[in-house]
């Protein structure tokens, strides 16, 4: 069992940046994928990123790469989502997930959530 906690989402400007975390606690952190996906309003779950429990590779989505950057600090149980130059279009909740095998991108395939941040971003 592991679980997620999420923290540094907020509202800021188009152009801004943050930097989201999630700490996890339970079984050996790594031993996960990591991943974050977002949820807008009336849309479905997107996956933004994820770093492999290996340690060894990363995805990032097309939608955000050259934007966002994902890291992990196994030492500090933690995973974080550097999100700069914001857009409007990125405001959602973001979730952080993870699952005990090789990244995937579908939503479905991690078993574990936290309970989410909230990101809005003003134009």
């Known amino acids: 069992q592991v679980q997620l906690v999420e923290s540094g989402g907020g509202m800021v400007q188009a152009g801004d940046s943050l930097r989201l975390s999630c700490a996890a606690s339970?079984?050996?952190?790594?031993?996960?994928?990591l991943g974050w996906f977002r949820q807008a309003p009336g849309k479905e779950r997107e996956f933004v990123a994820a770093?492999?429990?290996?340690?060894?590779?990363?995805y990032v989505a097309d939608s955000v790469r050259g934007r966002f950057t994902i890291s992990r600090d196994n030492a500090k149980n933690t995973v974080y989502l550097q999100m700069n130059s914001l857009k409007p279009e990125d405001a959602a909740v973001y979730y952080c997930?993870?699952?005990?095998?090789?990244?995937?991108?579908?939503?479905?395939?991690?078993?574990?959530w936290g309970q989410g941040t909230q990101v809005t971003v003003s134009s």
């Open positions: 770093f492999s429990r290996s340690g060894r590779s990363l």
């Open positions: 339970g079984r050996t952190f790594s031993s996960y994928t």
């Open positions: 997930a993870a699952r005990a095998a090789d990244i995937a991108t579908t939503s479905r395939f991690y078993e574990y």
